[in-house]
T-cell receptor
Framework: QKEVEQDPGPLSVPEGAIVSLNCTYS??????FMWYRQYSRKGPELLMY??SSGNKEDGRFTAQVDKSSKYISLFIRDSQPSDSATYLCAMRNAGNNRKLIWGLGTSLAVNP | EAQVTQNPRYLITVTGKKLTVTCSQNMNHEYMSWYRQDPGLGLRQIYYSMNVEVTDKGDVPEGYKVSRKEKRNFPLILESPSPNQTSLYFCASSLSPTPPDTQYFGPGTRLTVL
């Protein structure tokens, strides 16, 4: 079993829809949870970051962590065609080891 | 402009012909790493460097070498490339040792080994 599981999709939604992207993990020591967005032919870029449990909101994006269920989510409200990308979750332990454990990424297409 | 650059962006080569992919960052970052990205396998770390002259293996180091002689540069060396090293390669760097420890990725190098 992988440490981080992420449904690769693809996910196709109409413009304006609410999108829910999810990852599950097995390592209870993970404390830091990140979502990266990767456009086609580009490197990943950090979108959202959350420490421990709880929610974090940034514009149309909300990141949610449920440590009791080992489940993280990224919600996109009022999705736009420009949100079409692959979304990767990543997480790591506390401490100086900066090793990130990555999900495989979910491919999202927002159709006009 | 703060950025991570990689060269070349695209490379087609033959088995056994040594090659180097360069990576440079202009953000004075201490931490740099190399990843490869493959369908169904995702991003896997090859090597990383915590600072000048400090490097360590990631998850898939076999067949690769790195060096960190200067803070800004972190080249990836394939001494004898093989077809199973055909992949999309990313260099990344980050500054802070504490989270979120944002990693900035380069644009990628698509390598094909025939």
């Amino acid at each position: 079993q992988k440490e981080v599981e992420q449904d690769p999709g693809p996910l196709s939604v109409p413009e304006g829809a609410i999108v829910s992207l999810n990852c599950t993990y097995s390592n209870s020591a993970f404390q830091y949870f990140m979502w990266y967005r990767q456009y086609s032919r580009k490197g990943p870029e950090l979108l959202m970051y959350t420490y421990s449990s709880g929610n974090k909101e940034d514009g149309r994006f909300t990141a949610q962590v449920d440590k009791s269920s080992k489940y993280i989510s990224l919600f996109i409200r009022d999705s736009q065609p420009s949100d079409s990308a692959t979304y990767l979750c990543a997480m790591r332990n506390a401490g100086n080891n900066r090793k990130l454990i990555w999900g495989l990424g979910t491919s999202l297409a927002v159709n006009p | 402009e703060a950025q991570v650059t990689q060269n070349p962006r695209y490379l087609i080569t033959v088995t056994g012909k040594k090659l180097t992919v360069t990576c440079s960052q202009n953000m004075n970052h201490e931490y740099m790493s190399w990843y490869r990205q493959d369908p169904g396998l995702g991003l896997r770390q090859i090597y990383y460097s915590m600072n000048v002259e400090v490097t360590d293996k990631g998850d898939v180091p076999e067949g690769y070498k790195v060096s960190r002689k200067e803070k800004r540069n972190f080249p990836l060396i394939l001494e004898s490339p093989s077809p199973n090293q055909t992949s999309l390669y990313f260099c990344a760097s980050s500054l802070s040792p504490t989270p979120p420890d944002t990693q900035y990725f380069g644009p990628g190098t698509r390598l094909t080994v025939l």
